[in-house]
Structures are given as structure tokens and as C-alpha cells.
């Protein structure tokens, strides 16, 4: 594998050309600066100590604790005393790709689909991988890591199964707190109809068609999976986009709206601050001219 795996720009990381997956280890003394990413992102505290700090708040740090973050998402890392971090990341283009099957899986589902939304939580979901979970995690990101010097196009298999593997260490870890019972096909459903149409505007009538469910009833169901109902399940796939396009391209905050399916930029400009805790314009700004971002702004989404 020639090129960098891993390449910064101020504040913003994202994968080389040269690869799609990820894992390695990094250690910390005093901060990392705040910085996004276009990808999903789980670090897992394999010694030393430190804070997080992301919109979610601040979270003291130990051996064990596991953040994932979904792409878009803004975090640092603050008072670092050897804090060493076991990374690993795959690419959005992968997850919604080779990886859309683990929608259906109750326990992979909710680690990276449903659950990063949940309760308010903006796109990072946290555990704690304890002493053997942990070990077998690790295994698995070396044979990950290992596979940085083989060709992609050989190996490509062979990292997806790595990255699932890990994955399925970090999803029992956070199953021993929700239930497990599989999804209900007609949630996974909505979110596939979302996902492939997002500039779309969906009403509840055309999420449900053909569905053989009355729009109340899938709205309870949907929201008792990813805690939200469909319309604002849909609010939250479009900043994600829209934060990979301020990332990415030159594109207008205005044209960006209007792909995503917002028109109207004063809206696109709520929904978006509402759940990155800036406005469209900041988050580029900040996330791709290297400027310090200040503490969390305190939101509410509607």
C-alpha cells in the first residue's frame, strides 16, 4: 500500500487515496486539538489519561473507554498524560456500501446506525471495553494494521473482516445496555428509502407506503429504535452530508442546502447548527483553516 492511509489538513483528517480502513496507535501529552473527520472514527483509551472533549461535553478518560463517532462529528482531546489511544476508522463510502447490512444486525445496527442519534447524543456513542473484550478488540486492529503494507486490491477482504471483527467486540459492549431483539424490517426500510433520496421530501405517507403499517404505529416503532421519528432521522443524514461537502468541495453553503433537500438556507442553518453546535459557514471555516474552536454551544434540537 503506497501513500499516506492517513492525512491531515489543519484540523481535518481524512483518508489518503490510498485506503478505506484504518487502525493504529497514537499517544497524547497534554492536548490534541479540536478537529472533524469524514469518516467513522472509534478510539479505544488503552493507557494513560485525558479528557474528551466534543459538543456532547467533557468525559474524563480511562483504560478502557471506547468513543465511536459517526463522520462530521468535532472532538479533541485536553489535559493528555500519556493517554494512549488505539484508533481505528473506515470510510462512510464503506459503511453505507459493504457495511449497510449491519443495519439489520440488532447489535452492530444500534453501534453505528441508531445509536450515535439517540438521546440527543449528535453522532458519538460511548462504552467501556473491559480486560478480555478489550485484548480480542486489539487483535484485531493489529491484523488490521498489518495489512497497511499488503495491496488493497488483494486484501480489501481482509481488512472489511478485521473492521467487522473489532466492530463486534465494541457492539457486545454496548449491547449489555440496550435491548438486543432484531430490528423491525420496516425501520430498516425507512432508513435504506432515506438514505438512497435524502434531497427528497418525504412525508410520512411515502415513507410508509407499501409498508402494511399505519404512519402512527411506524413512527413509534421507528423512534423506538433510533430514538427519533423518520422526518427527523432524515435531518440528521442531511448534515452529515452537508458536512462532508463543507469539507470537501467549494460548493456554496447555499448550493450544499439545496442538495441535501433544504432550499431554504435560514432552515439548512438551524438544522445544521442544531446539531453540530455551529453554523455551516464556522464549521468550515474552523475545520479547514486550522482555527482553535471555543467550548461547546449549547443547543436544542427541535
Same mark, same amino acid.
Not at 491531515?8 to 487515496?17: A, E, I
Not at 467513522?40 to 488503552?46: F, S
Given at each position: ?29 497534554? &492536548?490534541?486539538? =479540536? ?21 456532547? $461535553? ?8 471506547? =468513543? ?50 439517540? &438521546? ?95 404512519? $402512527? ?86
Amino acid at each position: 500500500m503506497s501513500g499516506a492511509t492517513i492525512e491531515n489538513k489543519s484540523t481535518l483528517v481524512y483518508f489518503g487515496d490510498d485506503s478505506f480502513a484504518y487502525a493504529g496507535r497514537h499517544v497524547h501529552e497534554d &492536548e490534541m486539538r =479540536v478537529h472533524t473527520h469524514s469518516f467513522v472514527e472509534v478510539a479505544i483509551v488503552a493507557g494513560g489519561r485525558g479528557v474528551h472533549h466534543s459538543l456532547n $461535553g467533557r468525559q474524563a478518560l480511562e483504560v478502557g473507554d471506547t =468513543v465511536l463517532l459517526r463522520p462530521g462529528v468535532w472532538h479533541g482531546y485536553e489535559e493528555c498524560r500519556g493517554l494512549e489511544l488505539y484508533n481505528f476508522c473506515f470510510s462512510a463510502e464503506l459503511l453505507r456500501r459493504e457495511l449497510a447490512w449491519t443495519r439489520d444486525d440488532p447489535l452492530l445496527g444500534h453501534l453505528l446506525w441508531t445509536g450515535p442519534y439517540a &438521546e440527543r447524543r449528535r453522532g458519538i456513542l460511548s462504552t467501556h471495553l473491559g480486560g478480555p473484550e478489550r485484548a480480542a478488540c486489539f487483535a484485531h486492529l493489529d491484523a488490521l494494521a498489518a495489512l497497511r503494507s499488503r495491496p488493497v486490491h488483494l486484501h480489501r477482504a481482509d481488512q472489511i473482516a478485521q473492521v467487522v471483527l473489532a466492530l463486534g467486540c465494541v457492539a457486545r459492549a454496548v449491547g449489555a445496555d440496550v435491548r438486543s431483539e432484531p430490528q423491525h424490517p420496516a425501520v430498516v426500510e425507512v432508513m435504506r428509502r432515506i438514505e438512497s433520496d435524502p434531497a427528497r421530501n418525504w412525508t410520512l405517507a411515502e415513507l410508509s407506503d407499501g409498508l402494511h403499517l399505519a404512519p $402512527g404505529y411506524l413512527v413509534r416503532r421507528f423512534k423506538s429504535v433510533t430514538g427519533l421519528p423518520p422526518v427527523a432521522f432524515l435531518a440528521r443524514h442531511r448534515v452529515e452530508l452537508a458536512a462532508e461537502m463543507l469539507l470537501h468541495t467549494d460548493r456554496t453553503v447555499r448550493a450544499i442546502a439545496e442538495s441535501v433537500g433544504w432550499p431554504d438556507q435560514n432552515y439548512f442553518a438551524r438544522r445544521f447548527r442544531a446539531h453540530y453546535g455551529l453554523t455551516a459557514t464556522d464549521y468550515r471555516t474552523r475545520f479547514t483553516s486550522g482555527k482553535a474552536i471555543g467550548s461547546p454551544v449549547a443547543t436544542d434540537d427541535p
